[in-house]
């Protein structure tokens, strides 16, 4: 037995949640911080070199992948992961940075981040987190009210996009079996005959991979095509479901609010309408496109999104916030009804009848961690407006960017910014050749580390026709100014006449 005159073996500076904790904390964090700022930054986005070079890199400064003995401590620790990220990683801030919907984190979202990793809160119980439970309950309300679905409304935090899209389809899934009178938690998928799942030919390929989860197998799912602005069809949507024969249950309509390629956004009113007229769910993927509603210039381009019964959406995408903080919103919250469950050590009956509940009845996970505390801390900062003279910088700039395209004859613009997304080419002198072209563009700046931009493959001739690989520009960075766009495309056509050249002397 220790005597109690025997000193404690750790001190309280050991635990984040302590006082003297928060002050390790603070102090950790500003070494680390030093460490980043003493560090060599690569001059572009990316560090320079082919990926096997600075990988093998950032391993060896990690030394062999062995538990030490004994620890470095925490400033040694922290100080060489500080320096190994910013050396040998992403710099998301960098104007040059415009390859996925992949934006720099708000400074003020990164320290409430650290504020809520320190309390280790749950969402699933009272008594893991009152307080993240009511922050996650108010920012429920303000992106219910945001989206208009109205005092029935509800939501949950996810751990992304592709599980918010899975979550919406489970609870479409359950919502078309009691329609049918059976309980799809029970009995499974062979209580729903021919489930089918409609979207976009260019909806989110995790569409698919939510069926697949659910036991709906992925041929569930089926493609309507797409017009010339890249948006579902309606009247595609209401042949496909007219011409379901026997034997086939549809499950849910998928609009996308913003396509991950060309930010398109279905019609949505007319595709609720469809939906209803058939008595099917409608799921809007709004990952990328919902914050748009921050924007008092583009909100109305989401008309209708007041009419889904379910909505994705990312604010990690147009929302500036460090990943995941991915919401899955319902416009009844009585649709949660199948994830309800009673645990003993959780959430027993008399606990949730005298207040003591969580929000594990919504979610597929148990424990869950505070995601919305950084999420609230930006819009309590920023506010609507401030949110949206963001998003409408970046739409600015990516219209700027589709003007400086049009203006180049060596480069062609495939698709214009509806949102904050510009898909363009390469032309090059010889057409049969464009497709490696481009691939050995993007190549070519990634090794440099000058610029990050995204490619993509684009059927721009209908269907059956070939696709053609192409370029991305996704612009999230509300500080970049055109100045910064127009040095970005010189950049590309610099590295497209580069390659042609290199292509020429290999020949001769």
């Keep these: 037995m220790i005597p109690l005159t025997e000193a404690p073996l750790f001190p309280p500076s050991l635990l984040a949640g302590s006082r003297e904790g928060l002050t390790e904390v603070y102090a950790a964090l500003g070494e680390a911080i030093d460490a980043a700022l003493d560090a060599r930054r690569p001059a572009g986005p990316l560090p320079a070199g082919a990926p096997s070079a600075v990988l093998a890199s950032a391993a060896q400064a990690l030394g062999p992948a062995l538990l030490p003995a004994e620890g470095l401590g925490a400033k040694a620790a922290l100080q060489l992961l500080a320096t190994l990220l910013v050396e040998h990683g992403i710099d998301l ?136 602005r890249w948006r579902m069809r309606p009247e595609a949507l209401a042949a496909a479901l007219d011409g379901l024969g026997p034997g086939r249950t549809p499950l849910a309509v998928v609009a996308t609010a913003g396509t991950t390629d060309f930010g398109s956004i279905d019609p949505l009113p007319q595709i609720a309408e469809i939906a209803a007229g058939h008595g099917i769910w409608m799921h809007v993927d709004a990952a990328y496109g919902f914050g748009a509603l921050f924007s008092e210039r583009l909100a109305g381009r989401l008309a209708g999104l007041e009419l889904a019964d379910s909505v994705t959406l990312d604010l990690h995408k147009i929302g500036w916030q460090p990943a995941a903080t991915s919401v899955l919103l319902v416009s009844d919250t009585t649709a949660f009804t199948a994830l309800d469950r009673e645990v003993a050590y959780l959430n027993p009956a008399d606990d949730s009848e005298a207040g003591y509940d969580g929000l594990l009845g919504r979610s597929l996970q148990t424990t869950r961690r505070p995601d919305a505390v950084k999420a ?62 481009n691939g050995a563009l993007r190549r070519r700046l990634l090794e440099s580390g000058a610029a990050l931009i995204g490619r993509t493959e684009v059927r721009t001739a209908g269907a059956g026709s070939p696709a053609r ?28 006449r580069t390659c042609e050249r290199l292509v020429e002397e290999s020949a001769a």
């Design 93 to 228: 801030s960098h104007p040059r940075a415009a390859a996925h919907l992949q934006p720099p984190p708000l400074a003020v979202a990164v320290a409430a981040d650290t504020l809520a990793s320190m309390t280790n809160a749950s969402l699933d119980t009272y008594d893991s987190g009152p307080s993240a439970i009511a922050v996650e309950r108010w920012l429920i309300g303000v992106l219910t009210r945001l989206a208009g679905l109205g005092e029935r409304a509800d939501g949950v935090l996810t751990p992304g996009g592709s599980l918010s899209n899975l979550l919406g389809l489970l609870l479409a899934r359950d919502a078309a079996a009691l329609r049918l009178g059976v309980d799809a938690r029970q009995d499974g998928v062979a209580a729903l005959p021919g489930p089918v799942v409609f979207c976009s030919e260019l909806a989110h390929f995790s569409v698919q991979r939510a069926c697949a989860a659910l036991g709906l197998g992925e041929s569930a799912v089926h493609l309507v095509p797409t017009d010339e």
């Design 376 to 437: 609230a801390a930006t819009l309590l900062t920023y506010g609507r407006s401030g949110m949206g003279r963001m998003v409408d910088a970046c739409h600015g700039l990516a219209r700027h960017a589709e003007r400086r395209i049009l203006a180049e004859p060596e480069l062609e613009l495939v698709s214009p910014a509806a949102l904050t997304t510009v898909v363009f080419r390469y032309r090059g002198a010889d057409p049969s050749a464009a497709d490696e072209l």
């Design 469 to 496: 690989v192409c370029l991305k520009f996704t612009l999230l960075n509300p500080t970049a100014t055109p100045e910064d766009i127009d040095g970005l495309v010189d950049i590309v056509l610099d590295a497209g």
